[in-house]
């Protein structure tokens, strides 16, 4: 069990480029979730998936991002056309199919749009 | 929508003391659980402790407890013997007990300083 991986850990670039971050949950978590974290504040969810199917997404989730996760494993989120209020942490957590409930966290990929 | 307020922007305590972390929640939800998670500086964020809503009896880790008031709504943190590791953002957070509503909600965060 290694944990939880994201990449790149960190990534600036410039308003109207676009991005796309990676998240390699823990083996044989079927359920992954995306969270971003502006400085000061907790995290807000932003996304949702069971093994392959995007089952819930947030508001914040506007139409330049997108998050995938073909074959149920590793996800991908994009974000397009970035702009100056998409600097954030973003975060990555999967869990269990069990009761447990707990989500296990990744290290994050700090964004900073200039 | 469920809230989770954390009245408390920054804490001190000093090394060995006990220390008592503030959680607000709002639900009009029957069925749901509770976590704080620690948040140490350029680290990832681990669970401290949980509680589900359903149980009367306290949650305790170790040096981590919990007094969970469900009528109040509330849920504060308690950390006994505080050490130099325990330094870091403290974040209360709400999920919903349905099958499918597996979000976090978190509140702002509490960050705590350890005097040696």
């Known amino acids: 069990d290694t944990g939880v991986s994201q990449d790149p850990r960190h990534k600036i670039t410039k308003r109207g480029q676009n991005v796309t971050f990676r998240c390699d949950p823990i083996s044989e978590h079927n359920r992954l979730y995306w969270y971003r974290q502006t400085l000061g504040q907790g995290p807000e969810f932003l996304t949702y998936?069971?093994?392959?199917?995007?089952?819930?997404k947030s508001r914040l989730l506007s139409d330049r991002f997108s998050a995938e996760r073909p074959k149920g494993s590793f996800s991908t989120l994009e974000i397009q056309r970035t702009e100056q209020g998409d600097s954030a942490m973003y975060l990555c957590?999967?869990?269990?199919?069990?009761?447990?409930?707990?989500?296990?966290f990744g290290p994050g990929t700090r964004l900073t749009v200039t | 929508a469920q809230t989770v307020t954390q009245s408390q922007p920054e804490m001190s305590v000093q090394e060995a003391e006990t220390v008592t972390l503030s959680c607000t929640y709002d639900t009009s939800e029957s069925d749901y659980y509770l976590f704080w998670y620690k948040q140490p500086p350029s680290r990832q964020m681990i669970l401290v402790i949980r509680q589900e809503a359903y149980k009367q009896q306290n949650a305790t880790e170790n040096r981590f407890s919990v007094n969970f008031q469900k009528a109040a709504k509330s849920f504060s943190l308690k950390i006994s013997d505080s050490q130099l590791g325990d330094a870091a953002m403290y974040f209360c957070a709400y999920r919903s007990g349905r099958e499918y509503g597996n979000k976090l909600v978190f509140g702002a965060g509490t960050i705590l300083r350890v005097k040696s």
């Open positions: 957590a999967s869990s269990p199919r069990t009761i447990s409930y707990e989500q296990y």
């Open positions: 998936f069971q093994n392959e199917a995007q089952l819930e």
